[in-house]
């Protein structure tokens, strides 16, 4: 699985942007889903992940009720809708692909990534 992010950008606080990772193959509903960010100077950590009929769905404690993540099996595409952003939610944003059922929260458990894309929130 080849994994392609967009929508990275510049948004005020409080504003809204949707990433999308659009994956190559034909094996992407054999796959979870999960979003992963990484801000300047600190670990990779989860943001939200999707099982792969998209029934089961995790999000991290600091993105809960923000943000939202869905997928859409017919275009092998997976989104990220952020909303309410805030400035702390500045990172690199990277989906990744996990031959299981339901998305792990650890990156070790995805063996698929995308290169990532650049979420930047002034105040």
């Known amino acids: 699985v080849q994994l392609q992010a967009s929508g990275g950008g510049l948004v005020q606080a409080g504003g809204s942007l949707r990433l999308s990772c659009r994956a190559s193959?034909?094996?992407?509903?054999?796959?979870?889903m999960g979003w992963f960010r990484q801000a300047p100077g600190k670990d990779r950590e989860f943001v939200a992940g999707i099982a792969r009929s998209g029934g089961t769905i995790y999000y991290s404690d600091s993105v809960k009720g923000r943000f939202t993540i869905s997928r859409d099996n017919a275009n092998n595409t997976v989104y990220l809708q952020l909303n309410l952003v805030k400035p702390e939610d500045t990172a690199i944003y990277y989906c990744?692909?996990?031959?299981?059922?339901?998305?792990?929260?650890?990156?070790?458990?995805?063996?698929?990534w995308g290169q990532g894309t650049l979420v930047t929130v002034s105040s």
């Open positions: 990744a692909a996990a031959r299981n059922i339901f998305p792990p929260r650890d990156f070790w458990g995805y063996e698929f």
């Open positions: 193959g034909r094996t992407f509903s054999s796959v979870a």
